[in-house]
């Protein structure tokens, strides 16, 4: 599966955007999926998972009640809203994919996904 990420972007602190991750080759509906980001310097981490039938979600501490994950299998589209929006949310946004036969398990660890995306730039000024 090739996986397009967009929605990256400039926006103020406070400031909202959201990230899509749209699929092609295969459907995303067989497929858990989440998102990472990387800041200059530092390691790639989680950011945000959801189980392949939408109906269970995780988050990282540091995004927990601002970033939203969710998904539209019709679509073939995951979607990352991110709201109240700080400069320490400023790196490159990656979403995954892994297949999965169980619907409800998310997944937190880079190791476990088996296809990535490209990657889109959020920048966050204060």
């Known amino acids: 599966v090739q996986l397009q990420a967009s929605g990256g972007g400039l926006v103020q602190a406070g400031g909202s955007l959201r990230l899509s991750c749209a699929a092609s080759?295969?459907?995303?509906?067989?497929?858990?999926m989440g998102w990472f980001r990387q800041a200059p310097g530092k390691e790639r981490g989680f950011v945000a998972a959801?189980?392949?039938?939408?109906?269970?979600?995780y988050y990282a501490d540091s995004v927990k009640g601002r970033f939203t994950i969710s998904r539209d299998n019709a679509k073939n589209t995951v979607y990352l809203q991110m709201n109240s929006l700080k400069p320490e949310d400023t790196a490159v946004y990656y979403c995954?994919?892994?297949?999965?036969?169980?619907?409800?398990?998310?997944?937190?660890?880079?190791?476990?996904?088996?296809?990535w995306g490209q990657g889109t730039q959020v920048t966050v000024s204060s």
């Open positions: 995954a994919a892994r297949r999965d036969y169980r619907a409800s398990n998310y997944y937190t660890r880079q190791e476990e996904y088996e296809y």
């Open positions: 080759g295969r459907t995303l509906s067989t497929n858990a």
């Open positions: 959801i189980s392949r039938s939408g109906g269970s979600t």
